[in-house]
């Protein structure tokens, strides 16, 4: 199982970014997905995460509003489209995959069966 992020980079607050996840390995369909981050100095949190019908999508407080999660099944991909960026979104950015029945969607860090790399956001100020 691999879950590859790429996308991340420097950008200036205001602006906007996404960053995306392809797995292999997993019958994608079959999996939620979930968007974390790690910020330095601070423990991985949750952002947000796409059921497997993609008709449940929690956000976490910091980033409603500003960021959209997607999925393409036929992709085997999963989006995060971050607007209106601020220099506390600085972090590495992990996604997550859990399988999981149809509609339910976990948030939790232990949860998740497997893990992306990351990829590091910058905001600059």
């Known amino acids: 199982v691999q879950l590859q992020a790429s996308g991340g980079g420097l950008v200036q607050a205001g602006g906007s970014l996404r960053i995306s996840c392809a797995a292999s390995?997993?019958?994608?369909?079959?999996?939620?997905l979930g968007w974390f981050r790690q910020a330095p100095g601070k423990e991985r949190e949750f952002v947000a995460a796409v059921s497997r019908s993609a008709g449940n999508t929690p956000y976490a407080d910091p980033v409603k509003g500003r960021f959209t999660i997607s999925r393409d099944n036929a992709k085997k991909s999963v989006y995060l489209q971050m607007n209106n960026l601020k220099p506390e979104d600085t972090a590495v950015y992990y996604c997550?995959?859990?399988?999981?029945?149809?509609?339910?969607?976990?948030?939790?860090?232990?949860?998740?069966?497997?893990w992306g790399q990351g990829t590091l956001v910058t905001v600059s100020s």
């Open positions: 997550a995959a859990k399988s999981t029945i149809m509609t339910y969607t976990p948030t939790r860090i232990n949860e998740y069966e497997y």
């Open positions: 390995g997993i019958m994608f369909s079959r999996y939620s």
